[in-house]
């Protein structure tokens, strides 16, 4: 199956399988990755799904709806990469992807 | 600090189906709601290897209740993606679980959970996420086929059989449930009449612009709204037909109550734990018996921010309140006094709301309220102590820093747009 690698703030690897077209949010809370928290299930309500999506993979995925753009300018730590995870589908465009965890989700 | 188990190797014996007490030591969480769910889960994640076992009286794995209400009624998400987690999940962390069993009876000196069945389950230690069940009506003719309440998965698959385009739908009660079920159900084509008791909707939680602000939002979507009206009773027998009120009689073809929810306490109570209106803990979600915790709907912790025993009714509660009890089953410290903060969602906007509006003295908005976006801050001493939000998620996201950091900040600069919310955040 196709394979997402969550690194920890503290650099701790988590490489998960992950079935096309799931979110990267329920991939992450079903293997347990410390972390991502999903608090609010997916809606786009509550950011504790915040992840950094490796560079080489921004392209890879549509642009921020307008609701998780406005979210990501308040999140703790945000960075260019930043991205909420509940809202990244699994795709083939995205086997081998790398989402880095911030320092306010540890 | 409590008891670590004995015996955190025999995890793959087998549950004794015996009345015997071989059952395996470890954790018991009686309740496979979110906050049971999460507990089970942040144990293993924090290395807990003892046996975990989840037990729960309804027949599903622990599932997400708050679509219940807005998109799986909708029938806009399946059941799939209403569950927290698969169902390999739980067997892959050695956490088992057991559906369709109910727990009727507590002995703490045994340290044993007896079930219906009479089977008994023992523990090291127990956590008790027994949840609640709604409030019921109490008026004539309360016991009938279209009557619902919405709690359970199980609850919106039957009321489904009711919910037809064009069938009269009588909501009892002006709160998020019976707000949210009007909506879906406008959405839905059905025709909807929605009766408060109180003279304003969402009186207990909310200040009266919002309430103002709803009444109009369901009103223009074609919703009766009747406030201060009574529920006097129903004709019809086993199919209501009638529902008498204070506002005069309605023909309906089915109703939903939504009027509140009741702590399941028993088990906690009947074993003499100290109870109230829910199961009181301690900070750490310890009840009065330190081998015993209590998590989610059915438990009231101190806050320490409120001052006072608080019961809260909501994802976030269950989730944070689990992880601070995983965190005293591992021996670690965490303290639970959070922020509360919730969200309902009605005909496409988003509502979230953080912190407890009670004792507010003024209140201030920020957006536009005819726009449809816009904040509404609660203000005590010159600190927000709580905040709704309507589609203003920024707004939403820093009032959870700004209600936690109780830092002082003027009327005049809250209503002002030009003046960034996060510029009022202490540096």
């Known amino acids: 199956m196709p394979l997402i690698t969550f690194i920890e703030h503290n650099g701790t690897e988590h490489s998960v399988d992950v079935p096309l077209g799931q979110s990267l949010m329920q991939a992450a809370l079903n293997h347990s990755v410390p972390g991502i928290l999903g608090d609010c299930g997916g809606c786009c309500a509550c950011a504790t799904c915040h992840g950094y999506l490796d560079a080489d993979w921004q392209d890879k995925v549509p642009a921020p709806a307008d609701d998780e753009r406005e979210l990501l300018e308040v999140v703790l730590d945000p960075s260019v990469e930043s991205r909420l995870t509940c809202q990244l589908s699994m795709s083939e465009a995205l086997i081998g992807a790398v989402i880095r965890l911030p320092e306010s989700q540890t | ?427």
């Open chain 2, 1 to 427: 600090m409590l008891d670590r188990p004995i015996n955190p190797n025999n995890h793959k014996k087998k549950v004794s189906m015996s009345l015997s007490s071989a059952s395996p030591a470890g954790v018991l969480i009686v309740g496979t709601g979110q906050a049971g769910a999460e507990v089970a889960s942040a144990l293993r994640q924090g290395g807990y290897d003892a046996p975990i076992t989840l037990l729960g009286q309804e027949p599903h794995a622990p599932y997400r209740r708050p679509p219940l209400s807005k998109d799986y009624l909708a029938g806009k998400a399946g059941r799939d993606q209403l569950y927290v987690k698969p169902a390999e999940f739980y067997e892959r962390q050695r956490i088992e679980l057991r559906t369709g069993h109910r727990a009727i009876a507590l002995d703490r000196e045994r340290q044993q959970v007896r079930l219906e069945t009479g089977e008994t389950l023992a523990y090291q230690n127990l956590v008790l996420a027994t949840g609640g069940r709604p409030r019921r009506l109490q008026v004539p003719g309360s016991e009938a086929d279209n009557l619902h309440y919405i709690r359970t998965l199980d609850d919106i698959d039957r009321l489904r059989g009711d919910f037809r385009a064009g069938a009269h739908l009588l909501v009892v009660g002006g709160g998020y449930i019976g707000l949210e079920t009007a909506a879906v159900a406008i959405e839905h084509g059905l025709r909807v009449t929605l009766l408060e008791s109180a003279g304003r909707l969402l009186e207990r939680v909310a200040a009266p612009q919002l309430s103002a602000f709803y009444q109009q939002l369901h009103e223009q979507r074609g919703v009766r709204v009747l406030t201060g009206a009574q529920l006097l009773g129903f004709e019809g027998g086993r199919r209501i037909q009638i529902a008498r009120t204070s506002a005069g009689d309605l023909a309906v073809d089915l109703v939903v109550a939504g009027i509140g929810l009741q702590a399941n306490l028993e088990l906690a109570r009947d074993a003499g734990l100290e109870v109230s209106d829910a199961i009181h803990t301690d900070a750490h979600a310890r009840t009065s018996d330190p081998r015993i915790l209590a998590i989610g709907d059915c438990a009231s912790f101190p806050s320490v921010h409120y001052q006072r025993r608080l019961r809260l009714e909501s994802v976030q509660n269950a989730q944070e309140q689990a992880r601070t009890a995983a965190a005293t089953l591992l021996g670690e410290h965490k303290p639970y006094d959070p922020v509360p903060w919730f969200w309902s969602d009605q005909y496409g906007h988003k509502l979230q709301m953080v912190g407890l509006s009670q004792g507010y003295q003024q209140t201030v908005v920020r957006g536009d309220m005819a726009s449809g976006a816009f904040t509404l801050f609660y203000l005590r001493d010159g600190q927000i102590v709580s905040l709704d939000s309507i589609d203003r998620p920024q707004d939403f996201m820093l009032g959870k820093r700004l209600v936690a950091a109780r830092c002082p900040v003027s009327a005049e600069q809250l209503a002002d747009l030009q003046v960034p919310l996060k510029a009022l955040l202490p540096a």
